[in-house]
């Protein structure tokens, strides 16, 4: 079984929550990383995923430290949809 690892920046333009983080997170950009496994026995390449973590500034870090937090796939689209439905004023 191989894995691979998937890494895409998502933005957010306001402050958010995310299931999984116990704290309001800056508006900023965001790493997400996906970890996905091939699914074997296929006649094509295909994979599933089985891991996504996104990485925060650590609790009272002030930015200068990180923490990777796993999060459901379904949670970060939450925040995503609420974050571009969120008006600007």
């Known amino acids: 079984m191989t894995i691979r690892s998937r890494r895409e920046v998502v933005t957010f333009k306001h402050p958010f929550r995310i299931r999984g983080i116990d704290r309001l997170l800056p508006a900023s950009a965001y790493e997400v990383v996906t970890d996905e496994e091939t699914i074997e026995g296929l006649s094509f390449a295909a994979f ?3 891991a996504s973590m996104i ?15 796993s999060i459901g796939p ?16």
């Open 74 to 89: 379904v949670d970060l689209s939450d925040a995503q949809r609420t974050d571009a439905s969120t008006s600007d004023d």
């Open 48 to 50: 599933r995923r089985v």
């Open 55 to 69: 990485k925060v500034p650590a609790e009272g870090s002030r930015g200068l430290a990180m923490e990777v937090v």
